[in-house]
C-alpha cells in the first residue's frame, strides 16, 4: 500500500543523487516548501510540491496522511555511540566538577576501566536490555541509524560479548546499525606494562573469532596520550583491515595526537573527534577521502575546546556531526542537542548542522545508500516536526522537543 503525506511545510534535505558534502557545499541543503511525500512498503517512492498533485486528497491507490504543516526531515545517523553499556558514571561526574580532570579520573581506575569492571560482570541479557531501552529512546529523538561500538570489554570474553549483543540489537532493531570493534580503547590493568601482549590478544584471539562470526562492520582505536600509540594504532588498525574491518578512530581528543595523520594514512573511513588540531591535521585532513566527525557534546560534558568546525570547513573538510553517547565523556545521545550545539558553539549554519547530522553522517557510518536524505530508494526513516516558523528554529530553540513524530521504514513509531 502507498502512502501519501501531504502539506508537508518544509520538505528538508531532497536529494536526487547522494553526495559527501565538503567545504562551503556543507551549506547546500535543498528543501521543497509546500510539498508531498509517497512512500511505498517503507521506502521512499516520490516527493514534490503540492500544487503538482491535481486531487491532493483523492486517490484511490493510497492511504493518505495530513501533515498539517509539519515539516519533514531525514532521521539522524548518529556515527560514534558507545550505547552497549553496564552502568552510568555519574560519580565521576561530580569528581569532576570537584576539580579532577578526564585523564586523572582515568589514570586512578576509573573512566573505561570503571565501565570495563561493570560491563564484565553484566550479563549478554542484561546488556541487550539496557541497550535496548537507550536505542528505543533515541528513535522517539530522531535517529534513524546508529553506530554502536564495543570497547569496555578489554578481554576477549567481554569483547566478544559486547559485540554479541551489538549483533542482536543489529537483528531487532528497526533501524540500521553498524558494530565498531573498539578492544583498543585503553589497555587492561595487568597489561599497563606488557602492550605487546595485549595487542598479541586483540590481533591473535579478538579478531579471528570477529571475522568467523562477522561480528563488526569497523575496528577502532583510541589514539591518544596514555591509551594508544600512533605506531599502536596503525598496526593494530592493519591486523583489522586484513580481515576486511575498514577504520574508524578516536583521534585529537586530549591532545594533538598525530590520530588525524595516522587514520588518513590506514584510509580511515572517519576520524572522530578533533577537539585538539592543528594546521596540519586540518590540512592533512582536507586533501583525504577521510571524514572528520566531530563531538561537540563530548567537548562540552569534558569542559575541552569545542572542534574548530569553520576552519575544518574553510579548508575544505568533509565533516560530520555525532553525539559519541557513553557513560564517561557524553551520557547524552540526543542528536538534537548535538545539532544546536554545533550551530551555537561551533558557529556552524542551520543548513551545515543538519547536513552534518544527516546526508554526511551516513556516509560516515556506511549506510548512505539506505539513509540520510529524502531520496528516491532511500528508507522512510523520517522526523516529523511540531509547526516550526523556519529552519533556523530547530537549532535555535534548543530547549524544545520539536519533534512531534517518528517513521521508521514507513510506519510512526
Ligand atoms: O569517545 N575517548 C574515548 N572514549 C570515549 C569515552 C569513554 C569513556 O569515558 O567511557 C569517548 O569520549
Ligand atoms: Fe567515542
Known amino acids: 500500500m502507498k ?13 536526487s543523487i547522494n553526495v559527501l558534502l565538503r567545504g562551503t557545499a556543507l551549506a547546500d541543503l535543498p528543501i521543497i516548501e509546500n510539498a508531498f511525500l509517497e512512500i511505498e512498503d517503507g521506502i521512499i517512492l516520490n516527493y514534490g510540491e503540492m500544487q503538482q498533485l491535481k486531487n491532493p486528497q483523492e486517490n484511490f491507490d493510497c492511504e493518505i496522511y495530513n501533515a498539517n504543516g509539519a515539516s519533514v526531515l531525514p532521521c539522524w545517523c548518529d556515527s560514534h555511540t ?15 566538577i570537584k576539580g579532577l580532570s578526564y585523564a586523572e579520573i582515568a589514570a586512578n581506575g576509573g573512566g573505561i576501566l570503571n ?35 564495543s570497547g569496555y570489554g578489554l578481554t576477549v570474553e567481554s569483547e566478544l560479548k559486547m559485540l554479541r549483543v551489538i549483533k542482536k540489537l543489529k537483528e531487532a532493531s528497526p533501524i540500521p546499525i553498524k558494530a565498531n570493534f573498539l578492544g583498543a580503547h585503553t589497555y587492561p590493568k595487568e597489561f599497563k606494562e606488557n602492550h605487546r601482549g ?9 579478531l579471528p573469532i570477529i571475522q568467523k562470526e562477522k561480528l563488526a562492520d569497523y575496528i577502532d582505536v583510541f589514539c591518544e596520550e596514555g591509551f594508544f600509540s600512533v605506531e599502536e594504532t596503525i598496526e593494530i588498525c592493519e591486523a583489522g583491515k586484513a580481515i576486511g574491518l575498514v577504520p574508524k578512530i578516536h583521534a585529537n581528543q586530549l591532545h594533538v595526537s598525530k590520530g588525524v595523520e595516522a587514520g588518513v594514512k590506514l584510509g580511515a573511513l572517519s576520524v ?22 566531530l563531538l561537540p557534546t563530548a567537548a562540552y560534558f569534558l569542559r575541552m575546546p569545542f572542534q574548530p568546525a569553520r576552519a575544518l570547513i574553510s579548508a575544505g573538510c568533509a565533516i560530520a556531526i555525532a553525539s559519541d553517547f557513553n557513560p564517561g565523556s557524553s551520557p547524552s545521545g540526543n542528536m538534537n542537542t548535538v545539532v544546536s550545539m554545533s550551530c551555537i ?27 540520510g536524505s529524502i531520496t ?20 535555535y530553540a534548543f530547549g524544545s522537543n520539536l519533534i512531534d513524530r517518528v517513521m521508521v521504514k514507513g510506519n510512526f513509531q
Open 3 to 15: 502512502l501519501r503525506i501531504i502539506n508537508i511545510h518544509l520538505l528538508i534535505n531532497v536529494r
Open 82 to 96: 558507545h550505547l552497549v553499556f553496564a552502568a552510568s558514571r555519574e560519580s565521576e561526574f561530580v569528581d569532576k
Open 115 to 149: 565501565s570495563a569492571d561493570k560491563l564484565q560482570n553484566a550479563t549478554e541479557e542484561e546488556l541487550f536490555e539496557k541497550a535496548w531501552n537507550r536505542l528505543t529512546e533515541l528513535i522517539a529523538l530522531g535517529t534513524g541509524a546508529i553506530e554502536i561500538k
Open 198 to 206: 595485549y595487542i598479541d590478544l586483540i590481533k591473535n584471539e579478538m
Open 272 to 293: 572522530d573527534h578533533l577537539e585538539s588540531m592543528d594546521e596540519q591535521a586540518i590540512s592533512t585532513l582536507a586533501s583525504s577521502n577521510t571524514i572528520g566527525t
Open 345 to 371: 558553539q561551533m558557529k556552524m549554519l542551520p543548513e551545515e548542522a543538519i547536513n552534518a547530522a544527516t546526508i554526511n553522517a551516513a556516509y560516515a557510518m556506511g549506510v548512505e545508500d539506505l539513509v
Open 376 to 395: 528516491k530508494g532511500k528508507l522512510a526513516n523520517l522526523i516529523f516536526t511540531k509547526p516550526i516558523p523556519s529552519l533556523n528554529y530547530l537549532p
